[in-house]
């Protein structure tokens, strides 16, 4: 499986990105079958998960600090995932990873937002300036 994101770029404070995270090289499973992640790594700090969707049903969720600025989604017909992100802050400045994991079924299938995915892309970079 292989991913690629775009749609990083320098912003000021208050404006608004959109990624995009394209998703292909599927041989067994297809698209629904995957929960795709985005990540970000700030500079001097570690990684850490910022919003999942489960695209077979469309299921998202996304950690508090970002939940009201950024929102998930696919078009699974271009077996692409975005992550629309308002209101940025200069500590939202950070290389922005997107991953996949075949899907969990379970009511903690988003579990993997803290500890990382199977397949990642080379990341975006976001910079925001105040």
């Known amino acids: 499986v292989q991913l690629v994101e775009s749609g990083g770029g320098l912003v000021q404070a208050g404006g608004s990105l959109r990624l995009s995270c394209e998703v292909s090289g599927f041989t067994e499973f297809t698209f629904n079958d995957y929960t795709i992640g985005w990540f970000r790594q700030a500079p001097g700090k570690e990684r850490e998960g910022v919003s999942c969707i489960r695209t077979k049903d469309g299921r998202t969720y996304s950690v508090d600090s970002i939940k009201a600025r950024f929102t998930i989604s696919s078009d699974n017909a271009k077996n692409t995932v975005y992550l629309q992100m308002n209101d940025l802050e200069p500590e939202d400045t950070a290389v922005y990873y997107c991953?996949?994991?075949?899907?969990?079924?379970?009511?903690?299938?988003?579990?993997?937002?803290?500890?990382?995915?199977?397949?990642w892309g080379k990341g975006t970079l976001v910079t925001i300036s105040s």
């Open positions: 991953a996949a994991e075949f899907a969990s079924a379970g009511s903690h299938w988003y579990e993997s937002l803290a500890y990382g995915m199977d397949y």
